[in-house]
């Protein structure tokens, strides 16, 4: 059976073809493009324009009795949200919020969980995260009046490797245990595409009393999550990349159910996170909703949130369960395709760095001449998504990529 056929094949056994024509598919010359970049940004859910719409005619026909009124009351707009959010990262509906975007929710997750003390004040993450996790943290230790150097911990792979080991973490936390405030580290390194084990470094983190924060940005709508019952402190993801809710797209934050209700914990206040029964008093004294709504700011970001919605939708009906198992036959036909290219064309020179521990997205080391043949797939049809200094990170998206899209792949490959 030819490598075109196998694809077909698959395809045709895959319950959850029909998914990838409810999705906008980038055009080239024609045809569909062989889209591989939806860990940076996903693709257009079709009933995105309706959605808005709605909230747009209920503005142009209600105004401000939208809030109240219309089809999607914007007052109650956030808890339209929280059942379908809590089924992708596993957590309790009222453990979850979407609010603001990621950096922000990040820098209020901190402001709660990070509170560092003469004696418990580091934070152990890994080197090189993502940048604005970087900067996040880096403002924050200077914020406290620590200097980063001396308080943050960077996990870096041993020599000539490139995922991180989990022992190693684990040994980290276990060596600055006594003077360790903060685990911080994504669900799925952005560069790599390693996952990492989230239940184990939260263990290691709370046997030495620090608490365990996620950045699960490459993680969510990517890879099954048990946020709950792993008993992470807190976590936070953007909806724009697995979740196809559009640039900016509004953000997602866990916070534990032992946490959420604990007037204790300290958090910056605003209007939307107050008691909505009493919100319209217009009354001094903060009094937090319950759940992690309370933790909001301002109002919902409607529109934001009406193509999250939709794209919610969806991911309700597929399940990530079917979602994660096409993942994985996926992912490991395009790394068999990449390896076939290479050995069928000796042009190509390049290495799989993502471990097995992964979700959809592969990284490519390149060599020298990378940059070329990222260009080269670009004018064939295929968007992938540059690194620098040389890597090209692919990730076929089980809900709208096909078997055959990875034929495509392999067969320009073969002609570069």
Same mark, same amino acid.
Request: glycine letters at 8%; charged letters at 20%.
């Given at each position: ?5 196998? =694809? ?33 940004? #996903? /693709? ?28 999607? $009351? ?18 309790? $509906? ?11 929710? /990040? ?52 020599? #000539? ?7 190693? !973490? ?16 994504? #669900? ?13 470094? %939260? ?10 924060? *996620? ?31 559009? $640039?900016?797209?509004v953000s997602g934050a866990f916070i534990h159910q032992r946490h959420i209700n604990n007037p204790a914990i300290p958090r910056f206040a605003g209007w939307w996170g107050h008691d909505e029964?009493?919100?319209f008093r217009m009354e001094k004294g903060f009094i937090p909703q319950s759940g992690a709504a309370g933790w909001q700011l301002s109002n919902a970001p409607v529109f934001s949130m009406a ?16 979602? %994660?198992?096409?993942?994985?036959? /996926? %992912? ?17 020179? *390049?290495? !799989? ?8 997205? /592969? ?25 620098? $200094?040389?890597?090209?990170?692919? =990730? ?21």
């Amino acid at each position: 059976m030819s490598d075109e056929a196998k =694809a077909r094949a698959l395809d045709s056994k895959d319950k959850l073809k029909d998914f990838r024509s409810r999705f906008f598919i980038p055009q080239h010359h024609g045809k569909d493009a062989v889209y591989l970049t939806g860990n940076s940004l #996903g /693709l257009q859910p079709k009933t995105v324009k309706a959605a808005l719409e709605q909230e747009l005619d209920d503005w142009a026909n209600l105004g401000v009795e939208g809030h109240f009124n219309g089809a999607n $009351p914007w007052f109650y707009y956030h808890k339209f949200l929280n059942e379908a959010s809590a089924k992708i990262v596993g957590a309790l $509906p009222d453990e979850v919020v979407l609010m603001n975007q990621l950096t922000v929710n /990040l820098h209020l997750m901190m402001v709660s969980f990070y509170r560092p003390i003469k004696e418990r004040y580091k934070i152990i993450m890994e080197a090189g995260a993502f940048p604005s996790d970087q900067y996040a943290v880096e403002s924050q230790v200077k914020f406290h009046g620590f200097d980063y150097k001396k308080s943050v911990i960077e996990i870096a792979p041993r020599a #000539g490797e490139y995922a991180l080991r989990t022992e190693d !973490i684990i040994a980290a936390i276990e060596e600055h245990g006594s003077s360790l405030a903060l685990v911080m580290f994504s #669900g799925v390194q952005y560069y790599t595409g390693q996952v990492f084990d989230v239940k184990a470094l %939260t263990d290691a983190a709370h046997k030495v009393g620090a608490i365990a924060g *996620f950045d699960l940005a490459h993680a969510a709508g990517n890879v099954r999550l048990n946020l709950h019952n792993w008993d992470v402190d807190f976590a936070v993801w953007c909806s724009y990349k697995y979740l196809n809710s559009g $640039p900016g797209g509004v953000s997602g934050a866990f916070i534990h159910q032992r946490h959420i209700n604990n007037p204790a914990i300290p958090r910056f206040a605003g209007w939307w996170g107050h008691d909505e029964e009493v919100r319209f008093r217009m009354e001094k004294g903060f009094i937090p909703q319950s759940g992690a709504a309370g933790w909001q700011l301002s109002n919902a970001p409607v529109f934001s949130m009406a193509v999250h919605k939709a794209s919610l939708n969806i991911f309700d009906e597929a399940g990530m369960d079917s979602l %994660t198992a096409k993942s994985k036959t /996926l %992912t490991v036909f395009l790394e068999t395709t990449l390896k076939t290219s290479a050995e069928r064309n000796p042009k190509l020179h *390049f290495n !799989i760095i993502t471990p097995k521990d992964r979700g959809c997205q /592969l990284s490519v080391l390149t060599g020298s001449e990378g940059k070329k043949l990222h260009v080269y797939l670009a004018e064939n049809g295929v968007i992938a998504d540059w690194r620098e $200094p040389n890597v090209i990170r692919m =990730a076929p998206v089980p809900l709208y990529n096909s078997f055959e899209d990875i034929d495509r792949l392999g067969r320009i490959l073969e002609k570069y």
